[in-house]
């Protein structure tokens, strides 16, 4: 199994859309949760931390359930600079190494 | 959030040079980076843990005299390629741990990609 799995997708969605995306881990262990965009041959970038309480950033809202140990982002309002590849990533040791799930590829249509 | 330069962006050289990347943290200090490598269509894979000051802690599977890492600053990590072969090819990018509240966050600096003919 995996540490961290991710749908490949990729999502193809209409401009205005709601998107969700989940992602599970497996180590119960693990100390914070990021999700990062990656863009076509660009480096990563880190688009919010997930805390245990849920946390919104305008149109992005991230969840987290330590029980299920599943973390979700949900897109609203989708917009076609959305597209890109969506990184769940997971830290079992705070500052230690990042888990990276394979990532999900969303596409914003007009 | 934190700004990581990487330099060179883009590197072509030949099999069996060696390859020089550097890593700078630019509006704080570093104690530790860390490297990755990425395959077309494939997830980050971590290499090595660059701490500044001693010696890097390498990942299973990478040779750490083939993927020379030094951490000789709080704001400067440099890895050297080695001996390159065409299947080193590959986007490298290093990152940066920044304390955030009760944890740590990592900003990644912009890629190398190198290319080995």
């Known amino acids: 199994r995996k540490e961290v799995e991710q749908d490949p997708g990729p999502f193809n969605v209409p401009e205005g859309a709601t998107v969700a995306f989940n992602c599970t881990y497996s180590n119960s262990a693990s100390q914070s949760f990021f999700w990062y965009r990656q863009d076509c041959r660009k480096e990563p970038k880190l688009l919010m931390s997930v805390y245990s309480s849920g946390n919104e950033d305008g149109r992005f809202t991230a969840q987290l359930n330590r029980a299920s140990q599943y973390i979700s982002l949900l897109i609203r309002d989708s917009k076609l600079s959305d597209s890109a590849t969506y990184l769940c990533v997971v830290n079992v040791f705070s500052g230690g190494k990042l888990i990276f799930g394979q990532g999900t590829e969303l596409s914003v249509k007009p | 959030g934190a700004v990581v330069s990487q330099h060179p962006s883009r590197v072509i050289c030949k099999s069996g040079t060696s390859v020089k990347i550097e890593c700078r943290s630019l509006d704080f200090q570093a104690t530790t980076m860390f490297w990755y490598r990425q395959f077309p269509k494939q997830s980050l894979m971590l290499m090595a843990t660059s701490n500044e000051g001693s010696k890097a802690t390498y990942e299973q599977g990478v040779e750490k005299d083939k993927f020379l890492i030094n951490h000789a600053s709080l704001t400067l990590s440099t890895l050297t390629v080695t001996s390159a072969h065409p299947e080193d090819s590959s986007f490298y990018i290093c990152?940066?741990?920044?304390?955030?509240?009760?944890?740590?966050?990592?900003?990644f600096g912009p890629g190398t990609r190198l290319t080995v003919t």
């Open positions: 990152s940066a741990r920044v304390r955030a509240n009760n944890y740590y966050e990592q900003y």
